[in-house]
């Protein structure tokens, strides 16, 4: 993967790392690529304007910069759904997608896949959630100064990824809920979400009970990498397929291994260094051992 920045990748569905003209004319028509139509993101205090970024550059813990992909539109490639039917569909015949599905107590379904018989009636369906990165601060500074200047400047304006919200928590939750509702029915509902973001799981909670595919476990996380074209695109491509049954949903919904807390010491240290820096304690011969 070639080299990337902590800067938007892709604007209105357009790698601006390349080439800022085309993603330029998408903001001034306010179109999504992925929608085929009009972007659905707007700013909170101009909803008149809209977002228009699909992907920005970011790491986990002071890693590699990698694209990661913060608007759940961007997933919607005809090569998502086609790896969908690969991977799940395969026997079925005539597949039609319905998008926002009551759950009842679960919310909404992003997508259900359904297969109708020769009458159009129901004959078999796979629930499909969306889960994209969410951003601490905004990076909407950077698409301003692309359409003030039609390129970044040096300045560094100040946003984050929400790791633990999105996934440890926001989607974890969905997952726990649907989950449960799907099982009982004795079907699976599939999460699908970008690579990094497994990564981020895999380090963040635990994934013990996370296994290779498993057609009788009722939540599947379908994670997917961006890859650059020799064009002005990133292209979604494939990564894999992970298991889990609602007890492991459960077990990555409370953090951490157990092998991986905090001892009680350790915990003392923090909050002594913490106090130290809010002015709550003095630094004394007592404390300095934390520093």
């Known amino acids: 993967m070639k080299e990337i920045k902590k800067l938007p990748i892709e604007v209105f569905g357009y790698d601006v790392t390349i080439d800022n003209d085309d993603a330029l004319l998408a903001h001034s028509q306010q179109y999504c690529r992925f929608l085929k139509g009009s972007c659905n ?53 005539n597949v039609k997608w319905v998008q926002e599905v009551n759950i009842g107590s679960g919310g909404s379904v992003d997508y259900v896949a359904v297969e109708l018989d020769a009458h159009g009636v129901v004959r078999d369906f796979l629930c499909v959630e969306i889960q994209a990165a969410g951003t601490t601060g905004s990076p909407y500074p950077y698409v301003k100064e692309l359409l003030e200047d039609g390129h970044f400047s040096g300045t560094r304006h100040s946003y984050g990824i929400n790791w633990a919200n999105e996934f440890s928590k926001t989607m974890m939750q969905q997952a726990f809920k649907k989950g449960k509702i799907v099982e009982s029915w004795k079907r699976k509902i599939v999460f699908v979400v970008q690579d990094i973001a497994m990564e981020y799981l895999i380090t963040a909670t635990d994934c013990s009970l996370l296994t290779g595919p ?31 049954s609602i007890a492991g949903i459960s077990l990555m919904l409370g953090g951490a291994n157990v092998n991986e807390y905090l001892t009680e010491e350790d915990f003392i240290g923090n909050i002594i260094r913490k106090g130290i820096i809010d002015g709550v304690f003095e630094k004394n011969q007592y404390t300095k051992d934390y520093l």
């Open 214 to 244: 498993d057609p009788n476990s009722p939540v599947d996380f379908c994670s997917f990498s961006l890859v650059s074209t020799d064009d002005k695109y990133w292209n979604l491509n494939f990564d894999q397929i992970k298991s889990t």
């Open 41 to 93: 993101k707007p700013r909170k205090s101009e909803p008149e304007k809209k977002v228009g970024i699909c992907t920005l550059g970011a790491s986990l813990k002071g890693g590699i910069i990698k694209p990661v992909i913060v608007c759940p539109q961007r997933f919607k490639e005809d090569l998502m759904f086609d790896t969908i039917r690969k991977k799940y569909l395969t026997s079925w015949k």
